[in-house]
């Protein structure tokens, strides 16, 4: 049984009383044991499985620990055990009681509200400060959602915003634009899901009779009023407030530290027998995050005993000695390169990290940047996909036109509707046989000066402008050829849309379909778009051999895409795997590169922190904006704590692309590895008076 192998503190949290329950689990205590013997004991306790919710930070997490049920009760019984994240649980539910769910990522939802925010003009209004962009303001309502309970968003707006008063009532008409277009063609972003599942909950008993939550420190408003309208008999959560780093996306470190003033009845255990780290690694971590205000109280044991070796600072004079110095040590390093970490807190860190080592043919890998999912290509590939299983998605049908020239966001909307319009509501009979009668397919825009929304409908224009392009005879009468905007790329592209769906028809296998999609003629508008844009040069020109090792590279991900497809035998089942599983892939071999948020839960035999230097960690932009020291703390916390044999601590003196001169960070004086002099009494100073 899991329970036999937990230590006295872990088998006393696993086995608490029904009720409120908080387990401060810190780095390397072995919480993921101690959640597992929790689910063993409800077991045991005649708890139904299926009456056991795991909300994990990834889906990964659940999967293993899942697993690790399994090993004790079988898979049978530990499959019941509803695990995931909270988006993934809320999507299973309300897929459940309605199957016309689409759930759409954040950068196809931002090409809609584009679409909303190119009708407007704030132009008219008398303001010094500039309107927020419309990608900026999506992030904006995004960040307001996951964190406000009581305004709505034009309140908010006017109260946190206040240079922005004079366009609130436009960012909260926007808003409401977008979220009627969402609801009209039933799409969700990832918000929608905890929004939607926090009504079905409200409205009824889930039957859970306890909600187990882990990284409950990473909790946000809107995840915390979630499990509130849950209200399970029990509640168990496990978290370390020294490690909540996700402030930025709405965490709530005042969720974990008021746990016990929340619940009348709540009980706080504490695990700080730490397996992970040696004493002299652990001893660094303590005494720098100690300048943190202490939540509750804890002080952590080391349980390996034996020789050990201390955290080491490095120290280079110039930044790219620094990435070629850590390189060449591990080079010579003879740990397995699988078990090395290089942590960093800026992309542009890792940029020069990465090109170093792969310079000196060290292999590595890297989380925290660009995904094979996150690349365009793949996106307008799923883009595609998307339609073919989904017509109604105008998301995807408006994100493909990226890849012609001419059309704007708003425009390629207009086509969409008139498209459906065209079809009684069906954007594929539309699109193959068009309801000629309608003269006029095209939505002429309402007016509103207050709200920035101007007429610029135009004539329409004739669709025989294109009659020498060679369009298929099927296509070129279709009115869709008539909007005014429509130019001779942008016509072709919607033709070689037509040829694609049209072989698309019939196609019943997801490995098919990727393979005909991919070579299409409509896919070789993205591959000619993207590989042109990677061979530019500064000046213009193009790079020929680049622009074609672009394509090459292209296409080879098309077939990795393909391969996926292989296993798939339903066009849904396969666009929701690489939708909600894409993030727990990863690709590659060797050294890790990872972002501090990416280490969170991973632990290596030697790990690098780099850059720390004052400005680059902390971070001062990001502490000016929404951040704070207390945080940039914690990201220090995790990162260190990801050692568990050797950890090395790099800066450098001086930028010579830049010619900027460095300072170390405010943490490693903090450490003691160098001294408190001047320079460190100007970083105190400095942080005050930010």
């Known amino acids: 049984m899991p329970l036999s192998r937990l230590n006295e503190q872990q088998y006393t949290a696993a086995t608490a009383p029904y009720g409120h329950n908080l387990i401060i689990a810190s780095a390397g205590t072995g919480k993921t044991s101690t959640i597992v013997g929790r689910i063993a004991h409800l077991i045991s306790q005649n708890v139904k499985p299926e009456e056991i919710l795991l909300l994990t930070f990834t889906n990964k997490a659940a999967q293993e620990m899942v697993e690790r049920v399994a090993q004790f009760f079988g898979r049978e019984i530990a499959s019941k055990v509803d695990a995931g994240t909270f988006h993934a649980v809320s999507y299973r539910w309300l897929k459940r009681k309605d199957?016309?769910?689409?759930?759409?990522?954040?950068?196809?939802?931002?090409?809609?509200?584009?679409?909303?925010?190119?009708?407007?003009?704030?132009?008219?209004?008398?303001?010094a400060t500039p309107a927020y962009g419309a990608n900026y303001?999506?992030?904006?309502?995004?960040?307001?959602?996951?964190?406000?309970?009581?305004?709505?968003?034009?309140?908010?707006?006017?109260?946190?915003?206040?240079?922005?008063?004079?366009?609130?009532?436009?960012?909260?008409?926007?808003?409401?634009?977008?979220?009627?277009?969402?609801?009209?063609?039933?799409?969700?972003?990832?918000?929608?899901?905890?929004?939607?599942?926090?009504?079905?909950?409200?409205?009824?008993?889930?039957?859970?009779?306890?909600?187990?939550?882990?990284?409950?420190?990473?909790?946000?408003?809107?995840?915390?009023?979630?499990?509130?309208?849950?209200?399970?008999p029990s509640l168990f959560c496990v978290g370390d407030y020294d490690q909540s780093i996700y402030a930025f996306n709405g965490a709530d470190i005042s969720i974990i530290g008021s746990f016990d003033k929340t619940f009348t009845d709540a009980k706080v255990y504490t695990l700080?027998?730490?397996?992970?780290?040696?004493?002299?690694?652990?001893?660094?971590?303590?005494?720098?995050?100690?300048?943190?205000?202490?939540?509750?109280?804890?002080?952590?044991?080391?349980?390996?005993?034996?020789?050990?070796?201390?955290?080491?600072?490095?120290?280079?004079?110039?930044l790219f000695d620094?990435?070629?110095?850590?390189?060449?040590?591990?080079?010579?390093?003879?740990?397995?390169?699988?078990?090395?970490?290089?942590?960093f807190r800026n992309n542009a860190s890792a940029d020069g990290m990465e090109a170093v080592l792969r310079e000196m043919g060290i292999p590595c890998r890297r989380r925290g940047g660009t995904s094979f999912f996150d690349s365009k290509e793949i996106k307008a590939l799923l883009d595609i996909y998307t339609l073919l299983?989904?017509?109604?998605?105008?998301?995807?049908?408006?994100?493909?036109?990226?890849?012609?020239?001419?059309?704007?966001?708003?425009?390629?909307?207009?086509?969409?509707?008139?498209?459906?319009?065209?079809?009684?509501?069906?954007?594929?009979?539309?699109?193959?046989?068009?309801d000629t009668s309608v003269s006029n397919p095209f939505e002429k825009r309402k007016l509103n000066h207050q709200l920035g929304l101007f007429d610029d409908y135009s004539e329409l224009g004739s669709a025989g402008r294109f009659a020498k392009l060679g369009l298929d005879p099927n296509f070129i009468g279709n009115p869709i050829l008539k909007h005014a905007k429509l130019t001779k790329e942008s016509a072709?592209?919607?033709?070689?849309?037509?040829?694609?769906?049209?072989?698309?028809?019939?196609?019943?296998?997801?490995?098919?379909?990727?393979?005909?999609?991919?070579?299409?003629?409509?896919?070789?508008?993205?591959?000619?778009?993207?590989?042109?844009?990677?061979?530019?040069?500064?000046?213009?020109?193009i790079d020929e051999k680049i622009k074609v090792e672009s394509a090459e590279k292209i296409r080879r991900k098309a077939t990795i895409l393909f391969e996926l497809a292989k296993p798939y035998k339903e066009h849904e089942r396969f666009l929701n795997a690489m939708i909600l599983g894409s993030q727990d892939l990863t690709q590659g071999e060797g050294v890790h590169?990872?972002?501090?948020?990416?280490?969170?839960?991973?632990?290596?035999?030697?790990?690098?922190?780099?850059?720390?230097?004052?400005?680059?960690?902390p971070n001062r932009k990001l502490m000016a904006r929404s951040g704070s020291i207390e945080e940039e703390r914690r990201l220090f916390y995790v990162a260190v704590t990801r050692a568990k044999d050797k950890l090395y601590l790099s800066f450098a003196k001086y930028d010579k692309i830049k010619q900027t001169s460095f300072v170390p960070s405010q943490f490693l004086y903090e450490t003691g590895l160098i001294p408190k002099d001047e320079a460190y009494v100007m970083l105190i100073k400095k942080g005050l008076e930010e």
Request: charged share 25%; with cysteine.
């Open 99 to 127: 199957g016309k769910v689409v759930l759409k990522q954040p950068r196809e939802l931002k090409t809609l509200f584009r679409s909303v925010y190119e009708k407007r003009t704030f132009s008219h209004l008398d303001c």
């Open 137 to 232: 303001l999506y992030d904006v309502y995004s960040f307001y959602q996951n964190t406000e309970i009581n305004n709505n968003f034009e309140e908010w707006i006017l109260e946190r915003q206040d240079e922005h008063a004079v366009y609130a009532m436009i960012y909260a008409d926007i808003v409401d634009e977008f979220e009627t277009l969402k609801k009209e063609y039933g799409f969700v972003n990832f918000n929608d899901l905890l929004l939607q599942m926090r009504t079905l909950a409200s409205k009824s008993d889930l039957g859970y009779k306890e909600v187990l939550i882990d990284e409950y420190q990473d909790t946000n408003a809107l995840q915390g009023t979630l499990v509130a309208a849950m209200n399970p």
């Open 272 to 318: 700080n027998k730490n397996y992970r780290s040696t004493v002299p690694i652990l001893s660094l971590a303590n005494t720098v995050i100690a300048h943190n205000e202490r939540i509750y109280p804890k002080a952590l044991e080391v349980t390996r005993t034996g020789d050990a070796q201390s955290p080491a600072l490095l120290v280079y004079e110039e």
């Open 322 to 343: 620094q990435y070629h110095g850590i390189a060449q040590a591990i080079g010579k390093s003879t740990t397995d390169k699988e078990e090395i970490a290089v942590i």
């Open 389 to 434: 299983v989904n017509e109604s998605d105008m998301m995807a049908f408006i994100h493909l036109f990226d890849y012609t020239k001419g059309l704007g966001s708003a425009a390629a909307k207009e086509l969409f509707v008139a498209l459906q319009k065209l079809g009684d509501g069906s954007f594929s009979r539309g699109l193959f046989t068009p």
């Open 492 to 541: 072709i592209f919607l033709h070689d849309l037509f040829m694609l769906f049209r072989k698309l028809k019939e196609v019943k296998s997801p490995k098919e379909a990727v393979q005909k999609i991919a070579t299409s003629g409509l896919y070789n508008h993205v591959v000619e778009y993207l590989s042109h844009r990677r061979a530019m040069n500064e000046n213009g020109s």
């Open 593 to 617: 590169l990872l972002s501090i948020h990416a280490s969170k839960g991973l632990e290596y035999k030697e790990v690098y922190v780099i850059d720390l230097m004052d400005g680059r960690f």
